[in-house]
């Protein structure tokens, strides 16, 4: 199984954007899942495929995405729209620097703010729930880089990408589970530092 890298992932767009800036075309793509997690949060070491939606020149860069895939021995399917069953009509998405393009042509890129990609994770969290899920500890990095604290506050923002009604309740039930064990651990790690300080006793300094 072929695993892309950052490194990967980016050397794989940047060809694109020339061959786009060659042909004077602008190509309007926004990626999400593995691949947004490694370009654009450092969360994610590599991913199999690059879940992205284009919005504009999809010919060009259906040939563009099969050039690259012969020339870095890659599956066609590398470059894929499967995620747009998850997307939201609500979207909060951000440019990114480097693949900003111009008029004239180029990749021009897009990704999810964290508190969208959280619910977009937490949307297509597997059947079977937290404990076969390979999603736990992206939905968790995400939550710390979104700044959520606690499972209703999760939940208000999964809604406020997604109606209530497609909101399975596994969803529901798997991010309060998310949410209460890392709610759980920050009491840990409290309760550890407070010990480990010198003149402290349940976390407030004797004066």
Known sequence: MTML???DILRGLRKIDEMAVSAGVLV??????GAALAIAFNIRHATRDVDAVVHGAPEFLRLAAR???NEESWPEDWL???VKGFTSSNEKMRLMEDFAASPAGGLRIHTPAP????????????PEGIEGSHDI????ALAEAA?????AS????????????RIPPRVRFGVEEIMERMALRRAQARHVGSKAVPGIKGGVQDL
Request: with cysteine; proline share 2%; charged share 25%.
């Open 28 to 33: 309007d793509l926004s990626v999400y899942g």
């Open 154 to 165: 999760a939940l208000a923002l999964v809604e406020a990408f997604y109606p209530a009604s």
């Open 115 to 126: 508190e969208y990609l959280f619910a977009m994770k937490c949307m297509a969290m597997r």
């Open 80 to 82: 894929n729209d499967g």
């Open 147 to 151: 700044g959520i604290g606690d499972a």
């Open 137 to 140: 500890s992206d939905i968790e």
């Open 5 to 7: 890298k950052k490194e």
């Open 67 to 69: 050039k690259v895939a």
